[in-house]
């Protein structure tokens, strides 16, 4: 299963060929020396600047400046993520310096894919009890296009999948052996280290904390109670003591990035609680084979009840995984409500709990029918099946986040990566950060908000031919009329024609800007 999913990652990995923004920010706010974003390169300020080639370097990736942990620490209090993710990717990317290969982030994801994996059989293992049932659940999820999905976008939400299997993992061992020495440090451990990761993994741990000192609480078992509860706030208090900036991120956003939204704003938005959820509903397509085995087994199990509740030699069917399972739904619905955006990142850390309860399913199933000749041949086809069907889910719905458009991108200014080249916009940096990939082909490139600025003219000087970004963007930033700003370099810069190189878009999510060639 392991080996399967590995080749199954990197066939993807190889496939990906370009960096979504957010990516490009992943190495920006990793790299740049106490500079998060590309204003702060220049002072704090875009309006009539010249970037070079070699700042354009210096933002993405590590030179002079390796294992600076304290700048990327400070990067993340002016951003609105903890910084855990990015501390690994600055050591990374301090091993292999000045390079922001693709493969410094997809490395990352495979290894904290396979641990998911590792993890979410060792979980099942432990809630059933039942190799084939265990390994099948792993592998459907390792083979979603939803997983496979959360391992291709170069952000932090794998590690993130990662410690919220980890979390509910040592959460069931807590359960099971309240008493187990260092129990309740990892607990702590776990807990910190997901919440320094992503604030989303606060949803699904907040909620699984409550079901598990409920659990205590019905056993009367108030000594392990009170340890689970004081080790679950002693996490949250030292993520608060090591990394403060996180309450302002989280409950007032920084004003600017995903368009100022926090989870104050989305929360008194109630008019669109159920048109998110419904919307983020949709992810469930994105686990096809994991559907179609909840679906069998539960038929499967409807037949054979009978014989499942007159039981056997073998050990009862046991319901505490449930306490894992039940907190995955409030988890879902404060997410899609409180998410800044409607994607589906968002939820990656929550896919491992629906294939956890479809092998919980296998595993009743298999109880079912343990008395019936041939049970291991049985139980290792029936997981065999179930990987190929989600090799075959995986194989028919490619995953996200792979952005083949930037290869035509690439080849689409190729030719005249030689030439000026000039960034209509009015200083915000995102849409930059977004073309950063291009723009460092070129030498140089001029941002301005003004055809007309002496400061353009005299870098356009007599070039006959120029490259020209104009921000469109109207929710992240200035959103210029593309006509509009060529009109005026006709008039301001004496332009006399245009071809249109490329319009950004990626994997349909649209984009902030689009690209012409004009001759002078």
Known sequence: MLVLCAGVFCLFGMRKTGLFVDEVYTYGLSNSAYAPFLYDVKGGDLHDVLFTRSEAEDYLTVRDDGFSFASVYYNQTRDVHPPLYYELV????????????????????????????????????????????????????????????????IRMYMMLTFLTVLFALRCLQFLRMP?????????????????????????????????????????????????????????????????PACLHQIFRGNGEVVGGTSVTDNLKNTAQYLPRIRYFLQALQQMAAVKWVLFGALVLLLLLLPRLLRGGKGKGISFDVLTLLVPVLPAFAAVAILSPVREFRYLYNL?????????????????????????????????????????????????????????RYDEAIAPYTGDKCIYLTDGYYAPETQD????????????????ASPELLEYLG???????????????????????????LEKDAGVQSRELLYRYDLDGLGGLSVTYLVRR
């Open 462 to 488: 007599d070039a006959e031919e120029v490259v020209v970004y104009i921000d469109t963007g109207p929710f992240w930033s200035s959103g210029y009329d593309e006509e509009e700003m060529l009109a005026l």
């Open 351 to 407: 896919g491992p709990f629906p294939a956890l309860a479809a092998g919980w399913l296998l595993a009743a199933l298999f109880r079912a029918a343990e008395d019936l000749p041939g049970r291991a041949v049985r139980e290792y086809a029936a997981a065999a099946l179930c990987l190929c069907a989600a090799l075959f889910s995986v194989r028919q719905a490619p995953p996200d986040n792979l952005f083949p458009e930037m290869r």
């Open 90 to 153: 600055h050591l990374v990317s301090s091993v292999f310096r000045g390079s922001c290969s693709k493969w410094i982030g997809l490395g990352i994801n495979l290894c904290f894919y396979l641990l998911t994996l590792l993890v979410l059989y060792r979980l099942a293992l432990l809630a059933f009890d039942n190799t084939a049932a265990a390994a099948s659940a792993a592998g459907l999820y390792g083979l979603s296009r939803l997983a496979i999905s959360d391992g291709m976008m």
């Open 436 to 451: 950063l990939l291009q723009l460092r082909q070129f030498e140089s490139f001029f941002i301005t908000g003004s055809t």
């Open 179 to 243: 008493d187990r020495r260092g129990g309740a440090v990892s607990v702590t451990a776990v807990l910190l280290s997901g919440l320094l990761t992503q604030y989303y993994f606060v949803f699904y741990a907040f909620f699984l904390c409550v079901a598990v000192d409920l659990v205590l609480l019905c056993r009367k078992d108030l000594r392990a109670f009170v340890r689970f509860s004081l080790a679950a706030l002693a996490g949250v208090a030292l993520a608060v003591v090591l990394f």
